[in-house]
């Protein structure tokens, strides 16, 4: 199986401030035909299913806002949020859609410092 | 619009089965992988498993903490996919999402979830 190793656990940010949040994939998750990493970051509101914010590790989905951004290097994937917001208080997780078993980050809670 | 309806959830005892339907809508259903992905109380996803299309033969693959307990299946001209559970162990307990990808990861849109608690 992918283990996806996620760091931190928990970070506090000021509003307005970065906060940048790692992951490694134990094995590639690049695919080839592609010429794509198959990465996902998904934020968690509490109450709420998890919604996708970037995938193919460095695309955005439709509506989220362009303070989202990922990045990639070999298997090191980070979520940059640029100018911390109240609203994105969550949880975020990183997940590899690559081969099964999918698998996912432990999580990163984000709260406001 | 993207719509997953989970139901069929609750309390079950230990050892007891259970199944989860999920309606969707919004998308073209027999052209989509479905997966269902689980998340106990306070912990992390957990990706319980997924069935291809009807054209790939209906395949299906699971995690292995539920694999020969729980059986996914589709029908496509209700829109609908199910998740059958037996042998169930209180580590089940979890609130269980019904998701879908339609070409971007496998897992794109996320129905609100149905809780399974399983307790004596």
């Known amino acids: 199986d992918i283990v996806m190793t996620q760091s931190p656990d928990s970070l506090a940010v000021s509003l307005g401030e970065r906060a940048t949040i790692n992951c490694k994939s134990s094995?590639?998750?690049?695919?080839?035909?592609?010429?794509?990493?198959?990465l996902g970051w998904y934020q968690q509101k509490p109450g709420q299913p998890p919604k996708l914010l970037i995938y193919s590790a460095t695309t955005r989905e439709s509506g989220v806002p362009d303070r989202f951004s990922g990045s990639e290097s070999g298997t090191d994937f980070t979520l940059t949020i640029s100018s911390l917001q109240a609203e994105d208080v969550a949880v975020y997780y990183c997940h590899q859609y690559y081969t099964t078993p999918l698998t996912f980050g432990r999580g990163t809670r984000l709260e406001i410092k | 619009e993207v719509q997953l309806v989970e139901s069929g959830g609750g309390l079950v005892n230990p050892g007891g089965s259970l199944r989860l339907s999920c309606a969707a809508s919004g998308f073209t259903f027999s052209d989509t992988w479905m997966s269902w992905v689980r998340q106990a109380p306070g912990k992390g996803l957990e990706w319980v498993g997924r069935i291809m299309r009807e054209s790939e033969g209906e395949k299906t693959d699971y995690g292995a903490p539920v694999k020969g307990r729980f059986t996914i299946s589709r029908d496509d001209p209700k829109n609908m996919v199910y998740l059958q559970m037996n042998s169930l162990t209180i580590e089940d307990t979890a609130v269980y999402y019904c998701?879908?990808?339609?070409?971007?990861?496998?897992?794109?849109?996320w129905g609100q979830g149905s809780l399974v608690t399983v307790s004596s």
């Open positions: 094995q590639s998750v690049f695919y080839r035909p592609r010429n794509k990493n198959y």
């Open positions: 998701v879908t990808g339609v070409g971007l990861t496998d897992l794109d849109y």
